[in-house]
């Protein structure tokens, strides 16, 4: 329902995830001139959406307001002492990646080998969302705020104050990007048509949508399921593995985590169809993200495989 409790609440929680997807630099460089205390508070504001909404449709509650104001501040506070902990220096010749906020020149790269905060804000992140634990604070069907609210308090906390390198959250596309995910799409798409019609996940039908319907689901599809994963699986939990098993062992683990995550899509029980052909295009949009270390290029398979999935495999 389009209110202008909602609407407002919408654009508090998009502007940041858009603000830092466009303009990282400017947005890291302002996080830092802001006191200690500052940064580590102006993640409490994410409990504003939920006021707007609750409280407009009634269902406003003192425990959930305190947990979406304590819950982002915990999470920078450990990003913040991961990054201070986390002074390895990096291999020689190994370059930063062009949307992390810049490095004082006179200092080197961290190496960024992750430590058990990064793992623990990873883990509360993935569960509440693929578990659902937050989702009844909301109204009926407004469990999206639920999803762009904790998107934000992991943008703030690994982008702004953990100030993780190679994510390549940076949605300035260049054709390049596109390549490479159109790249992904093409290898994956035949091998996901004759696994999942094989299994009985795909049905084709002869519904022909016209371009506006395929520009507007493949937009929403990017924008609100692709980034948001593909920032997560790849740019953070991918990213962060790889610095500590290697690039196979962090694409294959990383891929099978996020089948896992999909066990209980569209489903009561445990979908393990969907298991099986998330985990494998898993596969493919990790191979794109690190092929220049750009979520847009792996979010770009991602929007692509679901669009195409919706529309005439679903």
Not at 67 to 94: N, S
Not at 101 to 113: F, G, H, K, T, V
Not at 210 to 229: M, Q, R, Y
Request: charged share 15%; net charge positive; hydrophobic share 55%.
């Amino acid at each position: 329902m389009i209110t202008p409790a909602n609407l407002a609440a919408a654009v508090l929680l998009l502007v940041p995830y858009l603000a830092v997807a466009f303009f990282p630099r400017a947005m890291g460089a302002g996080a830092r001139r802001l006191p200690g205390w500052a940064q580590l508070g102006c993640p409490a504001l994410l409990a504003v959406p939920y006021l707007l909404v609750t409280c407009a449709a009634g269902d406003f509650q003192w425990r959930w307001l305190a947990l979406y104001a304590l819950l982002p501040v915990g999470m920078a506070a450990l990003l913040r002492q991961a990054a201070q902990v986390d002074t390895g220096q990096a291999e020689p010749g190994r370059a930063g990646a062009a949307d992390a906020p810049a490095i004082p020149a006179a200092a080197a790269e961290p190496c960024q080998r992750g430590n058990w905060r990064d793992f623990l804000v990873l883990a509360v992140l993935g569960l509440a969302v693929d578990l659902r634990w937050f989702e009844g604070a909301w109204p009926p069907h407004m469990s999206v705020f639920n999803k762009v609210l904790l998107l934000d308090a992991g943008i703030y906390g690994f982008v702004l104050m953990r100030q993780l390198g190679g994510t390549g959250f940076d949605l300035r596309l260049r054709l390049r990007d596109v390549a490479i995910g159109v790249r992904e799409l093409v290898f994956y798409t035949p091998i996901a048509l004759a696994l999942g019609l094989s299994l009985g996940f795909l049905h084709a039908h002869a519904v022909v949508p016209g371009p506006g319907k395929i520009a507007g689901a493949w937009l929403f599809t990017f924008f609100f399921i692709a980034v948001p994963e593909e920032l997560f699986f790849r740019g953070w939990l991918q990213n962060l593995l790889e610095r500590r098993m290697g690039r196979y062992g962090a694409l294959l683990v990383t891929a099978a985590l996020f089948g896992l995550a999909h066990f209980n899509k569209r489903t009561t029980g445990f979908n393990w169809r969907y298991v099986v052909m998330a985990a494998l295009a898993g596969i493919f949009y990790g191979r794109a993200w690190r092929s220049d270390r750009r979520v847009g290029a792996s979010a770009v398979t991602h929007a692509s495989v679901d669009a195409i999935w919706s529309l005439w495999l679903h």
